[in-house]
């Protein structure tokens, strides 16, 4: 018997609901200390997760919670393309 393949669980850094890896969208920051979202998942670098709602962005940014996980300062303009992107891929 195949037992059913695991679905990776990850956490919206926004609103803090667990959600499938595929309905995320990961920020990364790379080894060069540059933010940005990662539409498909496989750029190299440390992740952070947060839905595809642009208002889950907001909320993370509100909180600091995306600054948090990478432990440094993101600008305003890194937030405002990455919800620009967002919203584009809507």
């Not at 059913?4 to 956490?11: C, D, F, G, L, V």
């Not at 920051?29 to 962005?57: E, F, H, I, M, Q």
């Amino acid at each position: 018997m195949l037992k059913p393949k695991k679905i990776p669980m990850r956490m919206c850094t926004g609103c803090g609901e667990n959600k499938p890896k595929k309905e995320l969208v990961r920020v990364v920051r790379d080894k060069d200390g540059n933010v940005s979202l990662d539409l498909t998942g496989k750029k190299a670098g440390r992740g952070a997760y947060v839905c595809k709602n642009p208002a889950c962005l907001r909320l993370a940014r509100k909180n600091r919670r995306i600054e948090r996980s990478f432990s440094m300062k993101i600008p305003d303009e890194v937030y405002e393309s990455m919800e620009k992107e967002l919203e584009e891929n809507e």
